[in-house]
C-alpha cells in the first residue's frame, strides 16, 4: 500500500515538474525564468525525498540538500549578474 | 500503521500546496506578484514532504530531512529577495491590473518601452 501510494505521488509530482519546465521555457521575463527554475528545484527535492522514503534509503537525501545548496547559489549568481552584470 | 496514515495525509497535503503554489506562478502576471507564490508556497507544501520522511523513525533520515528544512527556510527568503531586488533594479515592468507604485521608480510598461529605446 505505501509503495503505491508513493508511485502516485511521484507521477503528480512529475506532472508538476512538466509544468514547471514549460513556465522555465515560455516565460516572459528573465527573473520570471529565473525563478520558475528556483520552484523546478524545489520540486525536485520533493522527488527526491518520496524516493527515498520508497527505498527506505537515506543516501536520497544527501543528493536533496546537495541540489537545494546548489540551486541557492546559482540563483544568487544569476540574480546578481543580472542586475549588475557581475556576480559578486 | 498509524505512521502510513498519516504519511500519507501529510504527502497529500504538500502536493496540495505544491500544486497551488506551481498554478499561481502559470496564473500570476508579473514577476513581483509571482515572487509570492513560487517562494511562499513552495516552501510551505516542501515542509509536509520533509516532516513524512521524519516519520519513518530512520535517524539518519531525521537529521537529514532536518537539515534540508532548516537550509531550505534559511535560503529561499534570500534567494526570493535577490530576484526580486534584481527584478526591481532593472525597471522590470508592472503588469497586474490596479497595481501601486509606491517606490520612487518608473516601474510602467511605458517606462520599460523608453528604457529599452535608448
Redesign the interface.
Known sequence: ??VL??NL?LI??AL?LL??IL?VIRAR?T??R???A??LT??L??VL??F??RE?A?YY??A??IL??L??IG??AA??Y??SGRPF | MWRDILSGALIVVGLLIISLSVYGMLMMPDIYTSIHAASKAAILGLMPFLLAAMLTGNPAMITRALLIAVFLILTTPISAHIIGQAAYLTHEPMETEGAINESGQELSAASAAAKAGD
Open positions: 500500500m505505501p501510494m508513493f505521488a503528480w509530482l508538476l509544468a514547471t513556465l521575463a527573473m520570471v529565473l525563478l520558475a528556483d520552484v524545489l520540486i527535492v520533493a525525498v518520496m527515498a522514503q527506505g537515506a537525501l544527501d536533496a540538500l537545494a545548496l540551486s541557492f540563483v544568487i540574480g546578481r543580472y542586475r
